[in-house]
């Protein structure tokens, strides 16, 4: 009878413990599947941020997951030319280069964007010379591109031209808005103390099951 009750319980016990390595082991796959990098032109029209309740996707981010990976790779190239990854993976205010920099890229189109939207209330426009100097830049960020990175970044000429447009005009704004609050220009900068407290009167919400994984420095950098 003894027997029989230990038998039963070592059984039990057997069961329990191949039900908690099954539990552990869905848990560990279900996390390598979150930390999974994502195919960046699969996810062109997913959702990345949400600023004042108005989704932006990862296409209208393009421009500025390029510019990043691109300031980046060229601070990489004279860190060690031969190994830029060891640059990438290097660790500066806590974060890895890589990680900062990809954060970088979504603040910079949260700051752009709420200073777009002052602009287009305001009713602002660019001059002539505002505007030739709009186009110098992105014709220079295109080129700078080449063919390669261009299709690799999943976007167009025309689509660039539009983000080029916003940004003339949020740094248009934010001169206007700088000059209006009698500061510094630089204190309305991304990271600037002032475009910080501004930045309280507004609400964004990045999607970051998709951010996380996103392969930054591999977007356009070969």
């Known amino acids: 009878m003894k027997e029989r009750k230990a038998k039963r319980q070592e059984n039990l016990f057997s069961l329990l413990m191949l039900a908690l390595v099954a ?3 869905i848990a560990v796959a279900q996390r390598a599947k979150e930390m999974e990098k994502i195919i960046y032109l699969e996810h062109l029209e997913d959702t990345a941020v949400t600023i004042d309740e108005q ?3 990862f296409r209208d981010l393009a421009f500025y997951l390029a510019h990043q990976e691109m300031t980046i790779q060229k601070q990489a190239q004279v860190y060690d030319l031969e190994q830029t990854g060891k640059y990438w993976n290097a660790h500066a205010n806590g974060k890895f280069v890589r990680v900062e920099a990809r954060d970088m890229a979504i603040q910079m189109a949260v700051h752009d964007e709420i200073f777009y939207q002052m602009a287009c209330k305001a009713g602002t426009e660019l ?3 505002e505007i030739a100097y709009m186009e110098n830049q992105k014709m220079d960020f295109w080129n700078d591109l080449e063919e ?3 299709e690799r970044l999943g976007v167009s000429l025309e689509e660039i031209s539009e983000v080029f447009e916003h940004m003339a005009l949020a740094q248009k704004m ?3 808005y700088a000059d209006d609050k009698g500061a ?3 204190e309305y900068n991304v990271n600037g103390d002032l475009y910080q407290e501004l930045l309280k009167e507004h609400s964004y ?3 970051e099951k998709l951010w996380k994984r996103l392969n930054f420095g591999k977007i356009i950098v070969n």
Do not use: K, W
Request: avoid cysteine.
């Open 55 to 57: 989704e932006y996707t």
């Open 205 to 207: 919400e990045i999607n």
């Open 23 to 25: 539990v552990i082991g």
């Open 174 to 176: 934010q001169q206007i």
């Open 127 to 129: 001059d002539r010379q």
């Open 148 to 150: 390669a990175g261009q």
């Open 184 to 186: 510094d220009y630089r």
